[in-house]
């Protein structure tokens, strides 16, 4: 059986690149052939074409596009080896299809599989709805599949809700990753709309440590910001005091400030590295939490912005303490890891036995 996998898989973005590796890698193990289509959304991939002038146009508030336009330009060759670093992984560990800059034609796979990752946030996908509603020419008897698509709580704003109707309705399967966005789908469709977990849980940590071959020595606390939260960083350096650890900071935009801590030149294994041997995480990135949580690290959540994704996992873990608005939030207490794998199992299982295909 042949499956072809539609996501945001050439996004330079740690979480797009892990979460299309896990499914690819987990329906390979069970005995299926796998491609990722390699459709080419040009909003997607925009936001990492470093000297593109229309970035400056893909957001509401154009003083923020600028502010990040400009730092595109700081560390020019970290942000090249970065686009290197993930060209590499791309290469490496992914099966793709030929390039497809649009789909006319119907596509030769037994099944498509249209997730993870937030394909269904049509403020990120604009342009492209239809080709991630799979919306497209399809042969009869191929099938048609959603696996832990995700949104924002206003991602489907942008969408008809006629469009979004029928295309739900040709779905043979459809799996979200938020509980929010399946009680907003059911009530466009009359399928059945199940939970599943992001794919990278379809993995298991030594398949991520498989991956790896560096270990780094010294201890170390990682802050993994997706935008700049520079009102937890006097926290961080507080513990990094108390404890003797160092501080490693990452950006998953193209912030570089000005600090030897900050590092910008990463790729993919590069920041599962950093995670895998942090001794504790803070982040505000749904897979920073995700990968933190299947390493089994001490992780906290910054809460900035909605976090519905965030707040969606660390409530089915029974971890939401572990998200803080404030210094004044933070408490230092270990995660009971046994009490994790007990809630994960279940999901696991479901997600796993979703995808039995």
Same mark, same amino acid.
């Given at each position: 059986?042949?499956?072809?996998?539609?996501?945001?898989?050439?996004?330079?973005?740690?979480?797009?690149?892990?979460?299309?590796?896990?499914?690819?890698?987990? %329906?390979? $193990?069970?005995?299926?052939?796998?491609?990722?289509?390699?459709?080419?959304?040009?909003?997607?991939?925009?936001?990492?074409?470093?000297?593109?002038?229309?970035?400056?146009?893909?957001?509401?508030?154009?003083?923020?596009?600028?502010?990040?336009?400009?730092?595109?330009?700081?560390?020019?060759?970290?942000?090249?080896?970065?686009?290197?670093?993930?060209?590499?992984?791309?290469?490496?560990?992914?099966? %793709?299809?030929?390039?497809?800059?649009?789909?006319?034609?119907?596509? !030769?796979? !037994?099944?498509?599989?249209?997730?993870?990752?937030?394909?269904?946030?049509?403020?990120? &996908?604009?342009?492209?709805?239809?080709?991630?509603?799979?919306?497209?020419?399809? &042969?009869?008897?191929?099938?048609?599949? =959603?696996?832990?698509?995700? @949104?924002?709580?206003?991602?489907?704003?942008?969408?008809?809700?006629?469009?979004?109707?029928?295309?739900?309705?040709?779905?043979?399967?459809? @799996?979200?990753?938020?509980?929010?966005?399946?009680?907003?789908?059911?009530?466009?469709? #009359?399928?059945?709309?199940?939970?599943?977990?992001?794919?990278?849980?379809?993995? !298991?940590?030594? +398949?991520?440590?498989? %991956?790896?071959?560096?270990?780094?020595?010294? $201890?170390?606390?990682?802050?993994?910001?997706?935008?700049?939260?520079?009102?937890?960083?006097?926290?961080?350096?507080?513990?990094?005091?108390?404890?003797?650890?160092?501080?490693?900071?990452?950006? #998953? #935009?193209?912030?570089?400030?000005?600090?030897?801590?900050?590092?910008?030149?990463?790729?993919? %294994?590069?920041?599962?590295?950093?995670?895998?041997?942090?001794?504790?995480?803070?982040?505000?990135?749904?897979? #920073?939490?995700?990968?933190?949580?299947?390493?089994?690290?001490?992780?906290?959540?910054?809460?900035?912005?909605?976090? @519905?994704?965030?707040?969606? *996992?660390?409530?089915?873990?029974?971890?939401? =303490?572990?998200?803080?608005?404030?210094?004044? +939030?933070?408490?230092?207490?270990?995660?009971?890891?046994?009490?994790?794998?007990?809630?994960?199992?279940?999901?696991?299982?479901?997600?796993?036995?979703? *995808?039995?295909?």
């Amino acid at each position: 059986m042949k499956i072809g996998i539609l996501t945001f898989h050439q996004a330079e973005n740690f979480g797009a690149i892990l979460q299309t590796y896990a499914l690819q890698t987990y %329906l390979q $193990k069970q005995g299926y052939s796998v491609e990722v289509i390699d459709y080419r959304c040009k909003s997607i991939e925009v936001h990492y074409q470093i000297l593109n002038p229309s970035v400056l146009f893909i957001r509401k508030n154009v003083f923020i596009s600028f502010q990040e336009y400009v730092e595109r330009f700081r560390n020019l060759r970290d942000r090249f080896v970065r686009k290197g670093k993930f060209k590499h992984f791309i290469k490496e560990y992914l099966v %793709l299809s030929p390039a497809l800059n649009n789909i006319k034609k119907p596509l !030769d796979y !037994d099944i498509i599989i249209v997730g993870s990752d937030q394909v269904w946030n049509f403020y990120l &996908n604009k342009g492209s709805e239809n080709i991630y509603l799979l919306d497209f020419p399809f &042969n009869e008897k191929t099938r048609k599949i =959603a696996y832990a698509a995700s @949104s924002e709580r206003n991602g489907l704003n942008r969408i008809s809700i006629d469009i979004l109707k029928r295309c739900l309705c040709q779905f043979d399967k459809i @799996s979200v990753r938020e509980s929010f966005l399946q009680k907003i789908l059911s009530s466009y469709t #009359g399928k059945k709309i199940d939970i599943c977990l992001d794919p990278t849980f379809l993995l !298991d940590r030594k +398949d991520y440590l498989n %991956l790896l071959n560096v270990h780094i020595a010294k $201890k170390y606390i990682l802050v993994y910001h997706m935008i700049p939260v520079p009102e937890v960083l006097p926290l961080v350096e507080k513990l990094s005091n108390e404890k003797g650890y160092d501080i490693i900071e990452i950006y #998953g #935009g193209y912030y570089s400030g000005r600090n030897s801590r900050i590092k910008s030149d990463w790729g993919p %294994l590069d920041v599962l590295d950093l995670i895998a041997n942090a001794e504790m995480v803070f982040t505000t990135s749904f897979h #920073g939490l995700a990968l933190s949580v299947i390493m089994q690290k001490n992780v906290w959540v910054i809460n900035r912005g909605e976090n @519905s994704r965030q707040k969606n *996992l660390l409530s089915m873990l029974g971890l939401s =303490a572990r998200m803080i608005s404030k210094i004044e +939030d933070f408490h230092f207490e270990n995660i009971d890891y046994k009490i994790v794998e007990e809630r994960l199992k279940p999901v696991i299982a479901f997600s796993k036995d979703f *995808l039995k295909l």
